[in-house]
């Protein structure tokens, strides 16, 4: 359900921005789902080694589906991007635990091949959802992309009620609330800072001065507070271990650099080529097949290679992914944006299930909840915060190409706010074809301008790798 919602909304975005307008907003959508998602996660995790895994999964599930049938009926870009966040809410409850789960039912010889088939699940789910979305935006409505949550929701709900049994023993622990909130409103302050700045207010406001401030300020208070609680949100002496602090750290700049493609590429498809949703979504399909290939057979390798030596394979079909993203322009042939498309998903995949391997390699059944919720939470952090620094950076040059094109910036504004969304939307054929032309190549140039720089995150991930030690699963040590 997440991972079809997630593939189903960038899908769409191009045809929700042209039906609600905000081209300049539209990455809260995406972000205000991964936010409330990343606070939830290492409370629910904790939760779930208190009092079961079973009862919060089913409460994510819940408030996921109330979420989904809320977007449905949003009216404007503002209102889905609050219901997103309480979909976020459940999403922060779903994917730790079932993390957690696979790991808790599935003995040490068997998680490479299980933790493959969960990323593949993943995969696939977001194979259709592009294909499923695009089909209901063309042909029904986008509020129904949503909508079609609710049936799977419920069917997984009756299911895990039914047939999931779990152990009663559960380990009891603090949830470190302070912890939470600080870490989650300086995450917020600097999201804010991002989006705002340089369009509604300019770099050196005060209210943007005041927003970075305020994020740097609880983000001291965030460390000060996981130095001194008895359990923190975020334990420091996890990181102690080499193979849990490189994978996860490994995760964030992966998270944050496969966003900017997941929210770019329909964008670029829909705006730059002039294709309808249907298209942008058999674009994202061979993206997503590779990400399905790489995840299980990085599952597969687990135990005939290092996580090490899997993860720099990873690193360097990521880097080329995102080098040869960074060539496109409005004379690209589509085909060849499938094949780079399919290089950027099998360098993904990898980490879907050997980076959640890794994180839990050293930890006991008493930790794992812990371990698992933190290795997501901070790849859901990169996420949110490369959502929010790529959004900045493509509506920027955006902006300045504008201005360029249009050679005034009042000229400029005016395409910007009418045109622009419209290019997005069934009604572009009624743009006239030299301002079309103008705003479609201005879109292109900011699109791969953002690409070229979510090459550095893919290139400190592929540095970080090396600082994982030579680990790998030892299916002769079942004893241990």
């Not at 990343?38 to 979420?67: E, H, W």
């Not at 922060?92 to 490479?112: S, V, W, Y």
Request: glycine share 10%; hydrophobic share 50%; with cysteine.
């Amino acid at each position: 359900m997440a991972s079809m919602d997630n593939t189903i909304v960038v899908t769409a975005m191009g045809t929700i921005v042209g039906d609600l307008g905000g081209l300049d907003s539209f990455v809260w959508v995406v972000s205000a789902f991964m936010v409330a998602e990343m606070a939830g996660m290492p409370i629910f995790g904790k939760l779930s080694d208190m009092y079961g895994r079973k009862r919060f999964f089913l409460f994510g599930s819940f408030v996921f589906m109330a979420g989904s049938a809320l977007c449905g009926t949003a009216s404007s870009i503002e209102q889905l991007s609050i219901y997103r966040a309480i979909q976020g809410i459940g999403g922060g409850a779903l994917i730790p635990i079932a993390f957690t789960i696979i790991f808790d039912i599935f003995p040490l010889e068997k998680r490479g091949k299980i933790s493959g088939l969960f990323g593949a699940v993943f995969g696939l789910s977001s194979i259709f959802g592009p294909l499923i979305g695009a089909y209901i935006t063309d042909f029904i409505s986008w509020h129904w992309v949503f909508y079609i949550n609710l049936p799977l929701g419920l069917l997984s709900f009756i299911l895990i009620a039914m047939f999931y049994q779990e152990t009663k023993q559960h380990e009891k622990h603090h949830i470190d609330w302070f912890g939470a909130v600080t870490l989650v409103g300086a995450v917020v302050c600097l999201m804010f800072a991002l989006e705002l700045g340089g369009g509604t207010y300019a770099w050196d406001s005060s209210e943007i001065l005041l927003l970075f401030c305020s994020a740097a300020v609880l983000f001291i208070c965030f460390f000060l507070i996981e130095r001194k609680v008895k359990e923190p949100i975020i334990s420091f002496d996890m990181f102690k271990n080499r193979l849990f602090a490189g994978s996860t750290l490994v995760a964030l700049f992966y998270g944050g650099t496969f966003i900017s493609a997941t929210i770019q590429i329909p964008i670029f498809v829909q705006g730059v080529y002039g294709d309808s949703a249907t298209n942008s979504g058999l674009v994202l399909l061979p993206m997503m097949l590779g990400s399905v290939i790489s995840a299980q057979l990085g599952g597969f390798l687990t135990t005939k290679m290092s996580y090490r030596k899997i993860m720099v394979i990873s690193g360097f079909i990521l880097v080329a992914g995102f080098s040869l993203l960074s060539t496109l322009n409005i004379d690209t042939p589509r085909l060849l944006l499938t094949v780079y498309m399919i290089v950027v998903g099998l360098g993904v995949g990898f980490s879907f299930s050997v980076l959640s391997m890794a994180a839990i390699h050293h930890f006991g059944p008493e930790q794992r909840g812990s371990a698992t919720s933190t290795s997501n939470f901070v790849r859901s952090l990169g996420m949110t915060i490369g959502a929010s620094i790529f959004g900045m950076i493509q509506k920027t040059h955006f902006s300045e190409q504008m201005q360029t094109f249009f050679k005034s910036a009042d000229a400029a504004a005016i395409a910007s706010a009418d045109d622009a969304n419209q290019i997005l939307s069934s009604s572009r054929s009624s743009i006239p074809p030299d301002i079309l032309n103008r705003i479609t190549e201005a879109l292109s140039n900011s699109i791969v301008h953002t690409f070229a720089w979510a090459v550095l995150p893919a290139a400190a991930a592929l540095l970080l790798v090396f600082y994982m030690p030579n680990d790998r699963v030892n299916v002769s040590a079942k004893g241990k």
